[in-house]
């Protein structure tokens, strides 16, 4: 079946401690970037990624790293997480850049800082 | 300046009638536009798209209008079914950058 993973789904951790949230697809995408998405908001782009080694910054990249070492796979590193990281995080993919963008969205995961 | 607006927050519609979401926007660099649906505890599915050289794009029930001179973007639903019932965004990239809207929750009635 053709999906986006993403792991954990859940996550509580403490201010400072490092974590990372995976995602992986199974469909070949040369595409794949990360949302947040906050109470009453829209999705805003954290990090994208063109193809593999090549990322891109959105327009909520502060306090985030990723890295694209292989095409199905793309964590998002939280260094040193704060409160305001609190949200909900969506990881995507699609065929190619210049295609339709027609992305396929993981299920979410709803991290929660203290 | 937020440079994608879905005005409406919300919309209900009786089932059958056509349901019509807006979505406007001030950068006229985007080149696709794409609306997606969202229902709660799941990750957004693709509706429909539109690049910028087209005006128009159906599949079925659902209907993409583009305006570029007035940089509106619209999509129309006939006849509209309460399995529609969802918050529905628009998402604008440019060259790999995208910007969604703050979503329009559509809530069709029986």
């Known amino acids: 079946e053709a999906q986006v993973t993403q792991n954990p789904r859940y996550l509580i951790t403490v201010t400072g401690k490092k974590l990372t949230v995976t995602c992986s697809q199974n469909?070949?995408?040369?595409?794949m970037s990360w949302y947040r998405q906050d109470p009453g908001l829209g999705l805003r782009q954290i990090y994208y990624?063109?193809?593999?080694?090549?990322?891109d910054k959105g327009d909520v990249p502060e306090g985030y790293k990723v890295s694209r070492k292989e095409k199905r796979n793309f964590p998002l590193i939280l260094e040193s997480p704060s409160p305001n990281q609190t949200s909900l995080y969506f990881c995507?993919?699609?065929?190619?850049?210049?295609?339709?963008?027609?992305?396929?969205f993981g299920p979410g995961t709803r991290l929660t800082v203290t | 300046d937020q440079q994608v607006k879905q005005n409406s927050p919300s919309l209900s519609v009786q089932e059958g009638r056509i349901s019509i979401l807006n979505c406007d926007y001030t950068?006229?660099?985007?080149?696709?536009f794409l609306w997606y649906k969202k229902y709660p505890a799941e990750g957004p599915t693709f509706l429909i798209s539109?690049?910028?050289?087209?005006d128009k794009n159906e599949d079925g029930r659902f209907t993409v209008f583009l305006n570029k001179s007035a940089k509106h973007l619209s999509l129309h639903i006939v006849p509209s079914q309460p399995g529609d019932s969802a918050v529905y965004f628009c998402?604008?990239?440019?060259?790999?950058?995208?910007?969604f809207g703050d979503g329009t929750t559509l809530t069709v009635k029986p």
């Open positions: 995507a993919s699609s065929l190619a850049p210049g295609s339709t963008y027609e992305q396929y």
């Open positions: 469909m070949n995408h040369e595409y």
């Open positions: 990624s063109m193809n593999v080694e090549v990322t």
């Open positions: 950068n006229s660099m985007f080149d696709y």
């Open positions: 539109i690049s910028s050289i087209k």
């Open positions: 998402a604008l990239f440019n060259a790999g950058k995208s910007t």
